[in-house]
């Protein structure tokens, strides 16, 4: 089975702070989503990878940022954190033998206050 | 642009009722089509696919759903839910060179005991 891990379930920052956000895969899959899931707004993507070192903006990648070093690993970084990235952050993964489906690891729940 | 309509925010039924949740998309290729499930404090997890072929395809705990090309739709059902039903259900579309998924803004569905 694939496991997408996140490295936390609940975070709580202040506003200003550097937030980072881990994403862990362990099956060797190219590539690498985050979004946040807001109530009554669905999930939409914030930045995804398709390989070590690549990067690309989703929909809403204003006040993020992302680093993938290695390919089991993604980050996601919010530089200052403000109020309004008060959210779920979901990371997931595709590739492989199911180069379609993607497998979303559990969330963390970020309350900036 | 593509784009995901999920016509129910919130649904209501008691144990035994049928159970149909509406899905329109906007694209004018090829797409997959997916329903992601989220069980309360659960991570986002997979309930069906359509790639091609048979309309009509089965997933996990008795749920389907059809493709109606020309309807740009992919309602989901269940004849009969039970109460381990209740979750948040997404549905999603891929497609495009990227192949990204866009999610609708889910429908939460509460099924009374």
């Known amino acids: 089975d694939v496991k997408v891990t996140q490295s936390s379930r609940y975070l709580v920052k202040r506003t200003g702070e550097k937030v980072f956000l881990e994403c862990v895969q362990d099956m060797d899959h190219e590539n690498m989503f985050w979004y946040r899931q807001d109530p009554g707004l669905g999930l939409r993507l914030i930045y995804f990878?398709?390989?070590?070192?690549?990067?690309e903006k989703g929909d809403i990648p204003e006040g993020y940022s992302v680093s993938r070093e290695k390919k089991e690993r993604f980050s996601l970084i919010l530089e200052s954190a403000s109020t309004n990235q008060t959210s779920m952050y979901l990371c997931?993964?595709?590739?492989?033998?199911?180069?379609?489906?993607?497998?979303f690891g559990p969330g963390t729940r970020l309350t900036v206050t | 642009a593509q784009s995901v309509s999920q016509h129910n925010h919130h649904v209501i039924l008691s144990e035994a009722a049928s159970l149909e949740l509406g899905c329109n998309y906007s694209y004018g290729g090829t797409v997959n089509l997916f329903w992601y499930v989220q069980y309360p404090g659960q991570h986002l997890q997979l309930l069906l696919k359509y790639f091609s072929g048979d309309p009509l395809v089965k997933g996990i705990k008795g749920f389907e759903a059809e493709f109606i090309k020309s309807k740009f739709s992919f309602n989901l059902r269940k004849p009969s839910v039970q109460w381990s039903d209740t979750a948040e259900y997404f549905c999603a579309v891929q497609g495009g060179s990227q192949g990204n998924l866009i999610f609708g803004k889910g429908t939460k569905l509460s099924v009374k005991p």
């Open positions: 997931a993964s595709r590739g492989g033998d199911s180069p379609w489906e993607q497998y």
């Open positions: 990878s398709y390989d070590v070192k690549m990067k």
